[in-house]
């Protein structure tokens, strides 16, 4: 069955930068569409990004240029680089696999002043 381990999230002023990790188990990582959402208190999740098994990539308006979504299939492993960060990112960030509808547990993410 496959796992998801989230790590990375913290508290950051504006304008910093934060990477989240994603670790996943599972044999074929590789053919995997990975993605980020996050949900603010008193919000539906939201897509953040997300990365097919080729590198196509996809990110919410409100992200592009600012966020970077990346994977290591040898380290089966799905980065969310996030630089520039405002206020209205604090959510709480989920891991999901599309292939197996599976959702880590969730890492928090704070940026305040």
């Known amino acids: 069955q496959v796992q998801l381990v989230e790590s990375g999230g913290g508290l950051v002023q504006p304008g910093g930068s934060l990477r989240l990790s994603c670790v996943v188990s599972g044999s074929f990582f590789s053919t995997y569409t990975m993605a980020w959402y996050r949900q603010a208190p008193g919000n539906q999740r939201e897509l953040v990004a997300n990365?097919?098994?080729?590198?196509?990539?996809n990110y919410v308006d409100s992200v592009k240029g600012r966020f970077t979504i990346s994977r290591d299939n040898v380290k089966k492993t799905v980065y969310l680089q996030m630089n520039s960060l405002k206020p209205e990112d604090t959510a709480v960030y989920y891991c999901?696999?599309?292939?197996?509808?599976?959702w880590g547990q969730g890492t928090q993410v704070t940026v305040s002043s």
């Open positions: 999901y696999v599309q292939n197996f509808n599976r």
């Open positions: 990365i097919a098994r080729g590198g196509n990539t």
